[in-house]
């Protein structure tokens, strides 16, 4: 009954056996013992060397936290004297602590748009982190096609990942995400960019980006007939820095009286440069005491 609802092979087990906690289920299996092939030489042992027990999460029950552990054999090749662990048909490979039959339920489970990673992870007692590894590894998904009008910038991704800031193409007409590149660097943006079609990439009419120059020089190298377009909210960034540096120069001009009107009103009274004039109260700086 345990090797039906685990759907484990019962021609493979010498030993199954269930243990019930109340968190949780742990089920003890060992392995028929048989002949392996060396994966040095190729010659068949049957030699053991040692056991190690391995703990594989197979939450396959409903509600209950189930682990197997499995006493897993290493065989010794007489011919080549290479060590190797036998095949088991709970993981895909041995460094995996997710049995397969899990990783089908939770890529079954990711399937519903309104899911996420979070609750699917607490599901199956498993880390975030766990969830998005077992999806990247085993889904590939397609990329949209490159439309006229597309958006590109980087965003800050996870400071534990190895590229830190990853990079976002999105359709400008329909606000939608189109791909996301692992890094923002300018050689795997080439690489990613230069593998689409060409008919692809003269497709595209207009980028709309911040005005960096590492991205129109790629786009004016990818593109052919691209129109490289500054986004609303960088132009307004670049024009208010350069405000603020002026207002900076002048009021280090007052610094040696810092009791002036002119260094009080640039160092304390600065936000009112940045405000719109339709946000501006009059009456309310008019009575600033300086």
């Known amino acids: 009954m345990i090797k039906e609802i685990l759907g484990l092979p019962e021609k493979q087990m010498s030993m199954i056996e269930l243990v019930e906690t109340i968190k949780d289920t742990d089920i003890l299996i060992i392995l028929k013992k048989q002949p392996h092939r060396c994966p040095d ?6 030699y053991i060397k040692d056991y190690k027990v391995r703990k594989v999460s197979h939450n396959s029950l409903i509600n209950r936290d189930t682990f197997l552990f499995y006493k897993c054999r290493r065989y010794l090749c007489k011919s080549c004297k290479i060590s190797f662990v036998e095949n088991n048909p709970f ?22 748009y309104n899911e996420t990673f979070s609750s699917v992870a607490r599901r199956y007692n498993l880390s975030v982190t766990k969830v998005i590894e077992l999806f990247d590894t085993h889904v590939q998904v397609q990329p949209k096609p490159l439309t006229q009008h597309i958006c590109i910038d980087e965003f800050y991704f996870n400071r534990h990942a190895k590229y830190k800031y990853a990079f976002m193409i999105m359709d400008f007409d329909k606000k939608l995400i189109l791909d996301i590149v692992k890094s923002r660097r300018y050689v795997i943006l080439y690489d990613y960019f230069f593998k689409k079609t060409i008919s692809q990439k003269k497709n595209v009419t207009h980028v709309y980006m911040d005005l960096y120059d590492g991205y129109r020089i790629l786009v004016s190298e990818i593109f052919p007939n691209a129109l490289v377009c500054a986004d609303p909210f960088h132009v307004v960034k670049y024009i208010n820095d350069a405000l603020n540096a002026v207002r900076k120069r002048i009021m280090r001009k007052h610094a040696n009286d810092k009791s002036s009107v002119e260094y009080k009103l640039l160092k304390y009274n600065h936000r009112i440069l940045f405000k719109p004039e339709d946000n501006l109260d009059n009456q309310k700086y008019f009575l600033i005491r300086l």
């Open 91 to 112: 993981t895909a490979n041995r460094r995996t602590k997710v049995s397969s039959k899990s990783i089908i339920n939770i890529l079954d489970d990711l399937k519903p």
């Open 41 to 46: 030489c190729g010659e068949y042992t049957s």
